[in-house]
T-cell receptor, first 116, second 107 residues
Framework: DARVTQTPRHKVTEMGQEVTMRCQPI?????VFWYRQTMMQGLELLAY????????DSGMPKDRFSAEMPDATLATLKIQPSEPRDSAVYFC??????????????FGAGTRLSVL | DAKTTQPPSMDCAEGRAANLPCNHS???????VYWYRQIHSQGPQYIIH???NNETNEMASLIITEDRKSSTLILPHATLRDTAVYYC????????FGKGTRLHILP
């Protein structure tokens, strides 16, 4: 059963530390999304890639966040330095986009980040 | 901003049909309506999508009005496992999740 895999599932760190979250998209999918979810803001799109190229990162704080896809099987979201306000659940999703009707996204289980 | 309006919460008795409404009065002709749900502390899960015609799959049915300004997601026989937040999304360039409807299934 193909699924999106995110690691780690939980991360507790101290303010100022670097945090790296990883995502393995479903094999064959050409689009990868990063979301952040908090109680106050709900689900926010941070960035997404198509065929490993960044298409939109307008939702991401550029000064401390970075997203990359070093290869087709790995996407990373990095926060450096981390701050308490970054505490949230970070979801990765992947999909196979083929025109307007193919935008179904499959979500991972998320990484729950706590910055103390 | 999300282009949809949904009630914040709804109740449904177990075994009955759950009908979740969504208003998308500014939808454009080539924009699809997607429904996802999120069960507590899990990632969102795709349910169904449609453009103009009504759609049905193993999870739900989607009824889109003729003018496409609103739609209804129907869970035909709701169970306790259907308790979740349901998101109605109009897909333009990218998916934007709104607040959704929190569906409570009552035993």
């Amino acid at each position: 059963d193909a699924r999106v895999t995110q690691t780690p599932r939980h991360k507790v760190t101290e303010m100022g530390q670097e945090v790296t979250m990883r995502c393995q998209p479903i094999l064959g999918h050409n689009t990868v999304f990063w979301y952040r979810q908090t109680m106050m803001q709900g689900l926010e799109l941070l960035a997404y890639f198509r065929n490993r190229a960044p298409l939109d990162d307008s939702g991401m704080p550029k000064d401390r966040f970075s997203a990359e896809m070093p290869d087709a099987t790995l996407a990373t979201l990095k926060i450096q330095p981390s701050e308490p306000r970054d505490s949230a659940v970070y979801f990765c999703a992947s999909g196979l986009v083929q025109g307007r009707s193919g935008d179904i996204q499959y979500f991972g289980a998320g990484t729950r980040l706590s910055v103390l | 901003d999300a282009k949809t309006t949904q009630p914040p919460s709804m109740d449904c008795a177990e075994g009955r049909a759950a009908n979740l409404p969504c208003n998308h009065s500014t939808i454009s002709g080539n924009e699809y309506v997607y429904w996802y749900r999120q069960i507590h502390s899990q990632g969102p899960q795709y349910i169904i999508h449609g453009l103009k015609n009504n759609e049905t799959n193993e999870m739900a049915s989607l009824i889109i009005t003729e003018d496409r300004k609103s739609s209804t997601l129907i869970l035909p026989h709701a169970t306790l496992r259907d308790t979740a937040v349901y998101y109605c999304i109009v897909l333009n360039d990218k998916i934007i999740f709104g607040k959704g409807t929190r569906l409570h299934i009552l035993p």
